[in-house]
């Protein structure tokens, strides 16, 4: 779960070095998807919504994806993330 990863990252025995820090506005946590597989932090976000203005219907879309290579020597499982 996201909170256990976060008291990981509290707990750590490195030195709380930040990989990548990025802006999520605009986007809801549950609309964001981080995994680590390959080597890699994938941070995955999409949103849409649909509202009706006195002009007619608006849609809104946008998504965000980000690829972070992990320093060498650092573990997969040693990777945390907090929003």
């Known amino acids: 779960s996201m909170q256990r990863r976060l008291n990981r990252m509290s707990n750590s025995s490195h030195d709380?070095?930040?990989l990548?820090?990025?802006?999520?506005?605009?986007?809801?946590?549950?609309e964001i998807m981080v995994?680590?597989?390959d080597?890699?932090?994938k941070v995955l976000a999409e949103h849409s919504e649909k509202r009706t203005?006195?002009?007619g219907k608006?849609?809104?879309?946008?998504?965000?994806?980000k690829e972070v290579s992990l320093p060498p020597g650092v573990s997969e499982d040693e990777v945390t993330w907090s929003l």
């Open 16 to 18: 709380h070095q930040l």
């Open 20 to 30: 990548s820090l990025m802006d999520m506005e605009g986007f809801e946590p549950k």
């Open 35 to 37: 995994t680590v597989k």
């Open 39 to 41: 080597g890699k932090v």
């Open 53 to 55: 203005t006195a002009r």
């Open 58 to 65: 608006e849609y809104t879309y946008k998504n965000l994806t």
